[in-house]
């Protein structure tokens, strides 16, 4: 995902933690480690809900990689360019005007 580790980075990363804390406060670090990621999530995810209550209708599918600027301006110039090629491939319509009319 984000990261590149390997086995060997792993273990290697494992052996250092029980090195530096102590095999004895080890499961207690995960423990707090593994809460402080649970709270970091729900936080992200309240405010990605936040964002898209607050922006309103048409930000429904907003996911916190469209906020980076490049991703935002990609999408949009898709969804343009898409707009476009819809409106060329619609059927025309040559409306005449009846000279009959007054």
Not at 63 to 69: A, G, K
Not at 80 to 97: C, Q, R, S, Y
């Amino acid at each position: 995902m984000f990261f590149d580790f390997g086995a060997g980075e792993i273990f290697g990363l494992g052996v250092l933690a029980v090195i530096l804390v102590g095999p004895e406060r080890l499961p207690q670090l995960a423990v707090d480690a593994a809460k402080l990621i649970k709270k970091v999530r729900a936080m992200a995810n309240s405010a990605t809900s936040e964002l898209r209550e607050n922006l309103g209708p048409g930000f429904e599918d907003l996911s916190p990689s469209d906020l980076r600027p490049k991703a935002f301006i990609k999408k949009h110039i898709a969804n343009a360019l898409d707009e476009v090629d819809a409106a060329e491939k619609a059927p025309k319509f040559n409306a005449k005007i009846d000279p009959d009319l007054p």
